[in-house]
C-alpha cells in the first residue's frame, strides 16, 4: 500500500514538473504557474486531477488551456481530469514576483495593489 | 470539464434566473463592441459583457447538471423562447430611451450607464449573500462574480456621477435614464416562487431584505451625480416569471438564430 501511494505522489509531481512550464495562451511570456491559474496536481477518485482556476468567468482561453494541459501530460504517457476549480476566486495576488516582471518586460504594466481581499494561495 | 457534483443544488429556476438576468444584460452590453463613445469605454463594456456571459455560462452548466438529458449550456441559452427565460424585465431593455421607436437603431450611453448601475447595485449584495449558499457550486460561482459585479459597481457608478454632474446635455440625459429604468427595479422586491424555494432549502436568500441596502447605495449615487430620484410607482414587472415586454423576442432572434440555423454546429 505504501508502494502505491509513493507512485501516486511520484506521479502527480511529474505532471507538475511537466505544467510548471506551460505558457499562457494570451501572454506567452509567463507560465500558467507563474500567472495563478495552474493550482494544483493531485490524486483523485478516477486517476490524476489537474486544477485550474479561471481569471475571471467569461475567459476565453479555458478551453485552450484544457487542451494544452493535456496534451503536454500525453506526451509523457500520462492522463488527467481537468478540473475547474472557482473557489477560491483568483486575484492578482496569486501571480509571483517573477512574472510581474515579466509582464512588464512584456509591456504590460503588472497590478500592484488589490481592491478585493487577499485569498488562498498555489500549491508549492 | 466537469461541473462539481454537490449535495444540495439551488431550484433550476432559481439557477436559470441567475444565469438570464447575466446573459441577457451580457448580449445587451455586447451591442455596444465596436460603438462605443471612446475606444477605452468600448473595450470597457465589452469586458463587462464577457464577464456576464461567463457567468451564465457557469449558472447553465450548473443547471444543465441537475436536469440531464443531454441539456447543455448550449441548449439553455440558445433553444429556449421568450416565455422560457427568467430575467429581470430591466436586463432586455434596448439602450435608448424607452419611448422611441422600435427599429431605432440609437444607443443612449446614458441608459446603458444606469442600467449597468442599477442592475450591478443589486448583485454586490445578490453575490456576497450567495457566497454563504448551501449549494456549494453556487457559493463558488458568487465569490467568482462578486468580484467581477464590484467593478462593475465602481465602473458605472463613476460614470454615473460624471453624466449627472457634467454638462446640462449629459444631465438631462442621464436624468431621462433613470426616470425611464427605475421603475423596473420594483420587480426585484417582489420574490418568486423559485427565489422562495431557493430560500426554503438553504440555497438562496431574501431578496427584498437587500432593499435598504440597495436604495443606500442608489441614493448616494444619485446625490452625488446632483440627480433626482423618481418616486416609486405601482408598476412591477414581470420578467422573473416568464412575462417578458416586446423587447426580448429581438434579442432573442439575434443571439439564437445562427444556433438554431446550424443545430449541432461545432468548430
Known sequence: MSTTLTRESSRAQQAWQLLQSLSDPEIPVITLRELGILRAVREGADGLEVVITPTYSGCPAMGQIEDDVRSTLAKAGLQATVVMQLAPAWTTDWMTDAAREKLRAYGIAPPHACASEKAGAAMP | ?267
Not at chain 2, 441596502?213 to 430620484?229: G, K
Not at chain 2, 415586454?245 to 445562427?258: C, K, R, T, Y
Request: overall charge negative; some cysteine; glycine content about 6%.
Open chain 2, 1 to 267: 470539464m466537469g461541473a462539481q457534483v454537490t449535495s444540495l443544488a439551488a431550484p433550476v429556476d432559481y439557477l436559470l434566473h441567475l444565469a438570464d438576468n447575466a446573459l441577457i444584460l451580457g448580449q445587451r452590453n455586447a451591442e455596444w463592441c465596436g460603438h462605443g463613445p471612446v475606444l477605452e469605454e468600448d473595450i470597457a463594456l465589452a469586458n463587462n459583457s464577457l464577464d456576464l456571459i461567463g457567468q451564465a455560462r457557469l449558472l447553465y452548466q450548473h443547471a444543465a447538471a441537475q436536469i440531464g438529458n443531454g441539456t447543455t449550456e448550449d441548449t439553455l441559452a440558445y433553444f429556449r423562447d421568450v416565455p422560457d427565460f427568467r430575467n429581470y424585465t430591466l436586463c432586455e431593455l434596448p439602450h435608448r430611451p424607452l419611448m422611441s421607436a422600435t427599429a431605432s437603431g440609437d444607443r443612449d450611453f446614458a441608459t446603458t450607464i444606469v442600467r449597468n448601475f442599477l442592475y450591478s447595485a443589486l448583485m454586490v449584495l445578490v453575490w456576497d449573500q450567495l457566497q454563504s449558499s448551501q449549494d456549494a457550486q453556487l457559493a463558488a460561482i458568487a465569490a467568482k462574480s462578486l468580484k467581477e459585479a464590484r467593478y462593475h459597481l465602481r465602473h458605472s457608478r463613476d460614470w454615473l456621477v460624471r453624466l449627472g454632474d457634467g454638462t446640462d446635455e449629459s444631465h438631462a440625459r442621464v436624468q431621462a435614464a433613470v426616470n425611464a429604468l427605475l421603475p423596473y427595479t420594483s420587480e426585484f422586491w417582489v420574490q418568486s416562487a423559485p427565489e422562495q424555494s431557493a430560500q426554503a432549502n438553504g440555497s438562496g436568500m431574501d431578496v427584498a431584505a437587500l432593499r435598504g441596502d440597495w436604495n443606500a447605495i442608489v441614493d448616494a449615487a444619485l446625490q452625488e451625480a446632483t440627480l433626482q430620484r423618481p418616486g416609486d410607482s405601482a408598476f412591477v414587472p414581470t420578467g422573473k416569471q416568464g412575462v417578458h415586454s416586446e423587447h426580448l423576442g429581438f434579442v432573442l432572434a439575434e443571439m439564437q438564430s445562427l444556433a438554431r440555423q446550424h443545430p449541432g454546429a461545432t468548430w
